[in-house]
Each structure stands twice: as C-alpha cells, then as structure tokens.
C-alpha cells in the first residue's frame, strides 16, 4: 500500500494531484485544513491537507505488507515532524491568542492531532483485519461454486479429517461424493410429487410418465389434485393423451379413491398435486389429506435449484408436514453454479432421486450418481 499526504489549496487541487500520482484508485484516508508554520502562517490563508492511499497491485502480497508497514511509519514520522510543526504554531499563536482572546484556534489544532492519531491506529487495525479475514483458495472454490456457509465449513472439517496424503482436490472430491445421498427407491406404486409453485411438478410428471411408459414399458396412470393453476388439468391431459396413458382429475377425497381404484392394474400411478406456500400451514394441511389417502411412502419433494439459500431452509421445513422421503432437484439447465444441490441434500436429509435438465419429455430427466453431481459442483461437467 503507498500513503501518500498533499498539501494544496483546495479539495480540487489535492484531488488533481492525488490521480495523477497515485491513480483512480487512490482512496481518501483523511483531509484537514492547516496554516502554514511560521508567524506569517497566521494571517494567511488555509491550507487544505488531504492523506491518500493506493494498493500496490504490482508486487507480492508479503512485499505489500512489508511496504504497507513501511509507509504506515514514514506517515507516522511525519505525523511527528507535523506535530512539531503544530507545536511552533501553537507557540506562536498564543502570543496573538493574548491580542485578540480567541481560543478556538488552539482548540481546533488539538483536536486535529487526535483525529491523526486515531486515523494511523485505524490504518494499521484494518490491515490486521484484511490478513485475518484473508480466505483460502478452499473457501473461495466453495463459495464460488454457491455452497453456503453452513455447508462449506462440514466441507473443510471433514477435508482435514482425511489422514490419506492426496492433494486438497482430491480430499474435497472424496468428501462431496460421501456428502451426496443418492434415492434407491423403486418408480412402482403410487407416487407423490410435491413442492411449491413455479418448480416444474407437472412438467417432471410427465418426464416421469414418458420415461415409465416409453422407455421402461410400465402400465402408468395420471392423477392431478392442481385444480387451483390455471391449464394445469390441460397439460397434464395432453400428455396423457399424447402417451395414450389413463388420466384422471380428483377434487375430492372420495374422488381420490375412485381414481386410485379405476387404475388398480397400472405398474405406476403418478400424482400431481397443487403448488402450495411452505408458509402457509392451513394449505399444507389441506393437502396433507390427500397425502394421507393415498397412503403412499413414495413422496418426493421437488425443488429448484436456482431456490435461494434461505428459502431452501423455509421449503424443506414446511414440507416435513408430508413425510417426503426423496427430492427431486429441477431446472439445472438454468444455473450455472450447482452448489444448491449439495445445501438441499445437506439440509433435508433425504436422498435425491432423480434431476432435470430442459424442457424436453421424457429426455431431460436423470438419475446422476454422487460422483456426476460431485463433477457438476466442481465445475468438471456442466449440463448445457
């Protein structure tokens, strides 16, 4: 860092100054206004004193220490001499104080020195600071990669755990794939998918659907309680159509048995439901009902990964009401980071059976291993 003090006429001058000689960069540390030293500096004119400040970006980071704390003590030596400048000053100046009685003037320059003082104590605090908050490459890879705070520091501790000697790349690989609990559950049966607006439900039931019936040869049925979104019905209708699969729409409890019933011969029976506040306790209950009726432990909670961080936390904490015991993460192809698997996974405590990837029915959704998802938080892989 290069401290540099200007002694000009006014702010304009210093400021001129100031850019040519150290930059736009430059940043004003302290200004004041001062006389010139003598008897003659008390009837003339102020001074304006501005101390500015620059980072060498040029040299190493130990250099700029080493030089930061060099400039810091030439400032100080020259707060001394200053000092000693003030004191001729203040001397003088007490002769013309017993003229004319005003005492404002010695004041003032008392108060100025302080200000110094505590200006230099300050300087040297911040330095202290910016070398203790100083991030390792390990946090800065993490957070760059969207992991929270929370997460990053089970990441480190459990890095540090490792007694192998392999590089740190290496550690963090091994510890990421151990942190992602991937779903064994079996697509059979009746299966639940819910989760909050906008996440993409009804698509991935029909990536679902697609993916059951075409690929695997399952017998699959439809089944939507999202009454409530305008052409939801429609497009989960269309697909059934399209997938020449049986569709129904339930509004009811008693429709709900009715439904489940009329397709007691499928392999796989799909149900979509409402897009529900994970803030709003009554709604949940509404559709913890219709959870509860269909009597199913497959239910899969589906969350977008480009979800913030806190609403994360607030989803997964408002949906324990339904009993989930898998996720589904969706919308990768709208994130370029992929951090927010790894806070979900970590959060929820459950494990991740599948994510999608586009808009495409059935191709965009994948079973990924932990090592593929691990690869995908890295920046190894990416999905578009």
Same mark, same amino acid.
Not at 19 to 26: D, I, N, P, Q, V
């Given at each position: ?155 480190? /501790?459990? +890095? ?5 000697? $392999?590089?740190?790349? #290496? !550690?963090? @690989?091994?510890? %990421? ?25 009804? /698509?991935? +039931? ?5 993916? $059951?019936?075409?690929? #695997? !040869?399952? @017998?699959?049925? %439809? ?27 339930? +509004? ?133």
């Amino acid at each position: 860092m290069i401290i540099k003090r200007y002694i000009a006429n006014n702010m304009n001058e210093a400021l001129t100054r100031i850019r040519y000689e150290l930059g736009k960069e430059a940043v004003i540390i302290s200004q004041r206004k001062i006389r010139k030293p003598g008897f003659a500096g008390l009837f003339a004119k102020k001074s304006i004193e501005v101390t500015a400040a620059v980072e060498n970006m040029i040299k190493n980071e130990d250099n700029s220490v080493k030089e930061s704390i060099e400039a810091i003590k030439q400032v100080m030596k020259n707060e001394i001499k200053a000092e000693k400048e003030v004191n001729i000053i203040k001397e003088t100046q007490a002769s013309a104080l017993l003229v004319n009685g005003n005492k404002e003037e010695s004041s003032d320059l008392a108060k100025e020195i302080r200000e110094i003082r505590e200006m230099m104590s300050n300087m040297v605090s911040v330095k202290t600071t910016e070398r203790t908050i100083r991030k390792s490459k390990l946090q800065v890879k993490l957070a760059q990669a969207d992991i929270n705070d929370s997460v990053s520091k089970k990441i480190q /501790t459990r +890095i540090k755990s490792i007694e192998e000697k $392999l590089e740190e790349d #290496e !550690k963090l @690989k091994i510890t %990421l794939e151990k942190m992602i609990s991937i779903s064994k559950v079996k697509m059979e049966g009746k299966v639940i998918l819910v989760g909050p607006t906008g996440v993409g439900k009804t /698509t991935t +039931i029909a990536k679902l659907a697609g993916r $059951l019936a075409l690929i #695997e !040869k399952k @017998k699959v049925g %439809l089944v939507t309680i999202d009454t409530y979104r305008i052409g939801a019905i429609e497009q989960l209708k269309t697909y059934a159509e399209i997938m020449e699969l049986p569709f129904k729409v339930v +509004i009811t409890l008693k429709e709900m048995d009715a439904a489940l019933d009329s397709m007691k011969d499928c392999d796989v029976i799909l149900i979509d439901t409402t897009g529900r506040s994970s803030k709003n306790t009554m709604q949940l209950s509404e559709l913890r009902a219709f959870v509860e009726k269909v009597n199913t432990k497959n239910i899969h909670l589906v969350i977008s990964s480009t979800t913030k961080n806190n609403d994360i936390q607030a989803i997964i904490d408002g949906y324990k009401v339904l009993n989930y015991s898998n996720l589904i993460i969706t919308k990768l192809d709208e994130t370029s980071t992929y951090g927010s698997i790894l806070n979900i996974l970590d959060y929820a405590k459950k494990p991740l059976s599948f994510v999608t990837t586009g808009q495409s029915v059935p191709d965009d959704i994948k079973n990924l291993t932990a090592e593929a998802i691990s690869n995908l938080i890295l920046g190894v892989d990416s999905i578009c």
